[in-house]
């Protein structure tokens, strides 16, 4: 499932990036990609590291845990 979610996060990019450049015009998008910032740069790092692959790694953790127990009580 962590395959799954890290494919989906590398599909979206070209969407939102195309929806930001029509949404927030071409010069802010322009000035974003020339002058990052370390605080840009770090809620990158944690929105890409730790919200979604040990987040949704988490959340497959628990999922695995809850379908074991309903197959079995269901025997």
């Known amino acids: ?9 590398f599909l979206a990019i070209l969407p939102l990036a195309v929806l930001s450049l029509l949404l927030e015009g071409y010069d ?3 000035s974003a ?3 990052p910032t370390w605080t840009g740069i770090g809620s990158l790092i944690y929105l890409a590291l730790v919200a979604n692959l040990v987040g949704y790694g988490l959340w497959e953790k628990l999922l695995s845990w809850n379908i074991g127990k309903k197959s079995e009580t269901s025997c």
């Open 1 to 9: 499932m962590l395959s799954l979610i890290v494919w989906i996060g």
């Open 28 to 30: 802010s998008w322009l």
């Open 33 to 35: 990609w020339q002058a």
